[in-house]
């Protein structure tokens, strides 16, 4: 479960001295100038002074920006002439322009604790959105939302000490209330089974109680020692933990998989991106489950698998009376242990979901979790009514927000050019764009961001054609990245396929006998700097294996096709 690669090339999280998020430059605002707009510009300029003195990652040397005081209108005009785009590519130095990227689009900031990071709103509604869609999907299956304490007293963490041995120096422990010494140090939840089984101990009695299922929307911390990745792998981060007892085996495993569709459709219907449903391998399981499936993602620029949300039956293993004793009296009065699973998805897939479907521009948003869907934007030259264009420009937001589309105009002093490398590089799937000619033939321009591609459509059918639009954005984002991953899946039967294909950055698919030592044997010969090699999950959906098949490693009988990687 703990990952043991090391993602190449992101930049390291830069410390940030708390003065300087404090310290907010004067800034040059256009006595012209919206309020709201100047409050967009103040926030550009403190960023870009924040990002200066944290050094990296910077944005591009060839820009100008306006750092004296004084001079508004001046440097405002400089400021006009071009975007600050991003200073790093997608395709040449990935880690450099996925910092760059997340921080520019104003999805998230740095901290001063390295691994930690401030959830901007953009993130936070993407976040909303799935949680609203998860929740009702688990309403319907009868699961039961609950909060659980932060806090985990050592006694209570030390009940599961078997599975949890292993992260045992990933525990944050409070030591200290003020300067007083605490009697016994107390655990931040690194996830809450042993906060929640002892309550399942006490709540479940009868089979009358069960099934018991039970969801918490949380944050866990986890000190992870590798290098934090925004997203990808952070010291504190959201998730949902499901957690669920039943009276038999078969519920147990028929909700398993329940779940594992639900996170299928977070990941495909909501992010727009391909996931590959599986079997864990007994060595990469978590150690307390009786088996563990998962949806696994992977990012083509690095070549690395990335779990994506875990399933997990626990069988009885902490239902039994040495672990946290959950057992019921059957209709027969006998005492039986109840079945369980435990399931979780986290902010990490906000982070796939960026490498992902991200480039040269900067952010690409699938529309359904997109906070603004479509920008509109004036455009005119000196002699055009600028008052009329503004007028169409919120008429055609007000239009479209009654349809129930999340859109907002940026009428501010930028020119066009500049709103629409802004607004492309935060990922916003439409752009309308409104001019002279536009109002001539009652017409607006829209602009995609996926694929650039323009179309004029008349204002009579606004509504109609955005909505096509908007779901055809959601479809191609889904299927430009599923292209992309089967083009990264090779098929290997030997292992000096198998060692082209890894440093060839593939996914790869191979014959495997599934025995343990072998797996482990693979991680070893293929440690090295980018990190071992193992097995992502045995998908559910195997192709044909002709008999005689032989594993790609040991040589031994094939028994399954597996997923293998470096991951994240
Ligand atoms: C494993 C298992 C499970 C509920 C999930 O995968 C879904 C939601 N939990 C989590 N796991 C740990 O048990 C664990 C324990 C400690 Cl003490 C730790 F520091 C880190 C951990 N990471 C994962």
Redesign the pocket.
């Known amino acids: 479960?703990?990952d043991q690669g090391k993602p190449q090339g992101i930049a390291n999280a830069f410390s940030v001295d708390d003065g300087n998020i404090n310290k907010k430059q004067q800034q040059n605002v256009d006595e012209r100038e919206p309020s709201s707009s100047s409050t967009k510009q103040q926030q550009e300029e403190e960023q870009k002074n924040v990002k200066k003195k944290e050094k990296e990652p910077s944005f591009s040397s060839t820009k100008k920006t306006s750092e004296g005081v004084g001079d508004g209108k001046k440097k405002k005009e400089e400021k006009n002439e071009k975007h600050l785009g991003l200073t790093n590519k997608k395709d040449d130095n990935f880690g450099e322009w996925y910092s760059e990227v997340v921080v520019a689009t104003e999805m998230l900031e740095y901290n001063d604790i390295s691994g930690c990071y401030v959830l901007r709103y953009s993130t936070m509604h993407i976040w909303k959105t799935m949680r609203t869609f998860f929740d009702k999907e688990i309403e319907k299956m009868k699961v039961e939302e609950h909060y659980f304490p932060l806090f985990v007293s050592g006694r209570a963490?030390n009940q599961?000490k078997v599975?949890?041995e292993g992260?045992?120096p990933?525990?944050a422990w409070v030591t200290k209330a003020g300067d007083t010494k605490l009697e016994s140090p107390i655990a931040i939840r690194?996830?809450?089974?042993t906060v929640i089984y002892p309550y399942f101990s006490k709540w479940i009695r009868s089979h009358r109680d069960l099934p018991k299922k039970v969801n918490q929307w949380c944050n866990v911390v986890?000190m992870e020692f590798s290098h934090p990745t925004p997203f990808i792998r952070s010291r504190e981060f959201l998730?949902q933990?499901?957690?669920t007892a039943f009276a038999t085996k078969e519920e147990a495993d028929d909700e398993v998989l329940e779940i594992l569709e639900l996170y299928r459709r977070l990941y495909e219907e909501f992010l727009a991106v391909p996931v590959v449903k599986g079997m864990k391998s007994e060595l990469e399981k978590?150690a307390?489950a009786l088996y563990t499936t998962s949806v696994e993602a992977f990012i083509p620029n690095t070549g690395r698998g990335i779990q994506g949300a875990?399933s997990?039956c626990l069988g009885q293993n902490f239902a039994i009376a040495k672990m946290f004793d959950i057992s019921f009296q059957n209709e027969e009065k006998e005492k039986c242990f109840v079945w369980q699973n435990?399931?979780?998805y986290s902010t990490r897939s906000i982070g796939v979901m960026v490498m992902v479907h991200g480039d040269n521009k900067g952010l690409v948003l699938p529309p359904k979790v997109a906070s603004v869907q479509v920008v509109v934007i004036p455009v005119f030259d000196k002699d055009a009514d600028k008052q009329a264009i503004f007028d169409a420009c919120t008429k055609t937001v007000t239009i479209l927000k009654e349809a129930g589309f999340r859109a907002e105009a940026d009428l501010t002093h930028y020119k066009p050019g500049w709103k629409y490398s802004h607004w492309e590089m935060k990922g916003v799937p439409v752009r309308i764009e409104i001019g002279p000619k536009d109002m001539a033939n009652n017409q607006v321009r829209v602009v995609r961001r996926d694929n650039s591609s323009k179309l004029d459509i008349p204002t009579s059918n606004l509504v109609e054609q955005v909505k096509d639009i908007l779901d055809d954005i959601q479809k191609s984002l889904f299927d430009a990245a599923k292209q992309k991953r089967d083009a990264s899946i090779k098929v290997v039967n030997t292992w000096e396929e198998f060692t082209t294909a890894l440093n060839q950055k593939k996914l790869i698919l191979a014959p495997w006998c599934d025995e343990e030592e072998v797996e482990i044997d693979v991680k070893a010969r293929t440690k090295g700097e980018m990190g071992a090699c193992k097995t992502l999950c045995t998908p559910f959906d195997q192709p044909a294996l002709p008999e005689g098949t032989l594993c790609f490693a040991s040589g031994k009988r094939a028994k399954k096709w597996t997923y293998w990687g470096r991951s994240y």
């Open positions: 479960m703990v963490l599961e599975h949890i992260f045992a990933e525990v690194p996830t809450s089974e986890r998730w933990e499901g957690h978590f307390g875990t997990h435990s399931w979780g």
